[in-house]
């Protein structure tokens, strides 16, 4: 019920600003396209700048520019303001109820920054404040100068920009530039132009001459508005693209596409003249750049061909098998067993800290439904008892040499219910990963490798796969869903099969190894990592136990 009411708010906020930013955006686009259309022939009328006879819808409208005499202030005059301040506090709507609740499950995202939720809240809405003073400043006090004022206003774009993107989800970065630019027009609205055509008026009543300064910072300001809005427009629909949010360099790739849609701007903006095509050279540049920024790598991913095989026991320990209870103290033993030359490593993951509080997951409606309308809290960690599930065991060193066979099994990472299942697996090189969504809502997957090729893909339909083979060994590549950052998966890749992830159970196997002195370690995303020293004799078996806080 929640849920739904919550898609329900999305919507009817969505589809209000919308249509408001529609009604203000229009009316920009007009004005500035009636400014560059008037005919200025210097025998019109007194106190008339321009004129222009439009038709539309079957009728025939003429319009005037002129200057007012006091005797000409007409009784009702229509003021463009409504249009703006509907679209800004729809737009501060959505911004709360998606980003500034539930813990900041879209705001936040562990793989970017740890800062918390009041610190990511603090640091989003600051942002917007402050970039409107500084912005706001820069033009009250330096606008007579020619540069000075927008080199300010784009060094502070670039930083905010990275700033953002370096501590907030790439999703939650993206809208928080565009209620920045929001908040700016918006206030130029209300706190500039307003104002300066108010005292424009009173003036002309007062019989006063007209003080030219305040109708062309008025003008400057509308301007600058209409500079901003192919940019916030591009924000508002990077929602669903989240190859630009989602990307490695997402700060970079938005300058890109907001200078792309400053030149187009300045294109509708200039009159029939030579020059005027000169902007596409910049936008086409800048559009290409972020064209080839967002191409897949060289080696991508491909279709599957053929059935999926689950993990293997040797990835994730099998739940039929079970050990005997550890000493957490001693934590390494070994026992004989008729196993042949190879011996057998084995153990519990126990967790021996105060047992984490469930943080509740705002789902859509639609993933919820999978949950049978259940409660999902997030799954990074995952108990049953003080058993530790998820927690990636391999040998660290030093492994045999010898060559290990890729095996054939295909790994799958399934996206069902807006979660990962498994939250961790353990992959050879070489060997096929099927990333797969089940959920009939948009993900993308997007990993983040220090060794590997970083990929980012989409998978936008209920059923697609993709495959991905990592070339190089890494502990570990983690991939992310940029719509909803909670949706985490960790993925260690090794050149070598001595591997295992505990199962419910905590429990873990790694099979076939050969004798030798080993240290075994235990990674787990959210508690870290510990290691043990052992020794494996030829048939036995030594059972570890590992425990984290």
Not at 68 to 87: D, R, S
Request: with cysteine.
């Amino acid at each position: 019920m929640e849920s739904a009411i919550f898609d329900w708010l999305q919507l009817l906020g969505r589809w209000a600003h919308i249509i408001t930013g529609i009604a203000w955006i229009g009316s920009s686009f007009f004005f500035m396209w009636l400014d560059r259309n008037l005919d200025r022939s210097p025998d019109h009328p007194k106190g008339v700048e321009g004129q222009l006879w439009m038709v539309h819808s079957g009728g025939f409208y003429a319009v005037e520019k002129r200057q007012l005499a006091p005797e000409q202030v007409p009784k009702v005059l229509h003021w463009f303001k409504w249009e703006a301040a509907f679209t800004w506090i729809t737009g501060m709507f959505l911004l709360l109820i998606i980003f500034y609740t539930g813990q900041g499950l879209y705001l936040l995202d562990a793989t970017v920054s740890d800062i918390s939720f009041a610190q990511g809240v603090a640091l989003g809405l600051s942002s917007i404040i402050l970039s409107w003073v500084v912005y706001d400043t820069s033009w009250k006090y330096l606008g007579h100068q020619k540069y000075l004022p927008h080199i300010i206003c784009l060094f502070g774009l670039i930083g905010i920009a990275y700033l953002l993107a370096h501590t907030l989800s790439g999703r939650a970065a993206y809208i928080h530039i565009g209620a920045i630019m929001g908040t700016c027009m918006v206030a130029n609205v209300w706190l500039r132009i307003l104002p300066n055509q108010g005292r424009m008026i009173e003036n002309t009543l007062a019989g006063k001459p007209h003080a030219s300064e305040l109708g062309l910072k008025s003008k400057q300001r509308s301007t600058h508005n209409n500079y901003m809005t192919l940019p916030v427009i591009f924000i508002m629909l990077s929602n669903h693209f989240p190859a630009t949010y989602g990307h490695s360099a997402n700060w970079l790739l938005l300058l890109w596409i907001c200078l792309a849609g400053a030149c187009i701007r300045a294109y509708y903006n200039k009159t029939a003249s030579k020059g005027r095509w000169l902007p596409f050279v910049p936008a086409t540049l800048a559009l290409a750049i972020s064209f080839f920024m967002t191409l897949p790598g060289p080696e991508e991913f491909s279709d599957p061909s053929h059935e999926v095989v689950q993990i293997s026991d040797q990835q994730q320990a099998s739940p039929q098998n079970s050990l005997p209870e550890g000493d957490v103290d001693k934590g390494v033993r070994s026992v004989k067993a008729p196993l042949g030359a190879p011996g057998t490593i084995r153990g519990h993951i126990n967790f021996t800290g105060i047992t984490p509080s469930k943080v509740a997951l705002q789902l859509p409606a639609k993933c919820l439904k999978l949950h049978a309308g259940r409660e999902v809290y997030d799954n990074r960690i995952l108990l049953r008892g003080k058993k530790l599930q998820n927690v990636l065991v391999s040998i660290k060193g030093p492994i045999p040499k010898a060559v290990y066979p890729v095996p054939p099994q295909q790994v799958v990472l399934d996206q069902v219910g807006c979660l990962y299942h498994p939250r961790t697996i353990g992959v050879q090189v070489g060997q096929e990963v099927v990333f797969k969504n089940s959920d009939p809502v948009f993900h993308n997957v997007k990993s983040v490798a220090q060794q590997n090729t970083n990929f980012n893909v989409g998978m936008p339909h209920k059923g697609m796969k993709k495959i991905k083979k990592f070339t190089r060994p890494e502990l570990v590549v983690q991939a992310k869903c940029s719509l909803h950052p909670w949706m985490g998966a960790n993925i260690g890749v090794f050149d070598h099969p001595f591997f295992s992830v505990s199962n419910q159970a905590g429990e873990f196997f790694i099979n076939q190894v050969p004798p030798g002195e080993y240290v075994i370690e235990a990674w787990h995303e959210a508690l870290g990592t510990t290691s043990k020293k052992i020794l494996l004799r030829a048939g036995e078996q030594v059972i570890i136990d590992f425990a984290f806080l």
